[in-house]
């Protein structure tokens, strides 16, 4: 089982980018795929989750209205679109794959962890 996340980068405040992470060696379906983020100094957080069979999702109170999850079933992938992007949100962000039933916050209930892309936002 393999978890790739991609799309990190340098950008200015107020810009955008969209990270995805592509699932393999297994079908993800009935998982919640989830984001967390660690910046330097501080511990993981959670940031986004999103349960794969369905619309049902969760954000973090400082996301919430800038970032969106979403994913596509045929590609096995899923996607956080961040826009408005704040110094703050600067971190190595990581997708997780969770067997909940719903989306989850808590980074113990995540089996699956894949390698981070770094998200630096400069003001």
């Known amino acids: 089982v393999q978890l790739q996340a991609s799309g990190g980068g340098l950008v200015q405040a107020g810009a955008s980018l969209r990270l995805s992470c592509a699932a393999s060696?297994?079908?993800?379906?009935?998982?919640?795929m989830g984001w967390f983020r660690q910046a330097p100094g501080k511990e993981r957080e959670f940031v986004a989750a999103?349960?794969?069979?369905?619309?049902?999702?969760r954000y973090a109170d400082s996301v919430k209205g800038r970032f969106t999850i979403s994913g596509d079933n045929a590609k096995n992938t899923v996607y956080l679109q961040m826009n408005s992007l704040k110094p703050e949100d600067t971190a190595i962000y990581y997708c997780?794959?969770?067997?909940?039933?719903?989306?989850?916050?808590?980074?113990?209930?995540?089996?699956?962890w894949g390698q981070g892309t770094l998200v630096t936002v400069s003001s």
């Open positions: 997780a794959a969770s067997g909940r039933a719903y989306p989850t916050s808590g980074a113990s209930e995540y089996n699956y």
């Open positions: 060696g297994r079908t993800f379906s009935n998982y919640v």
């Open positions: 999103r349960w794969w069979g369905g619309s049902l999702t």
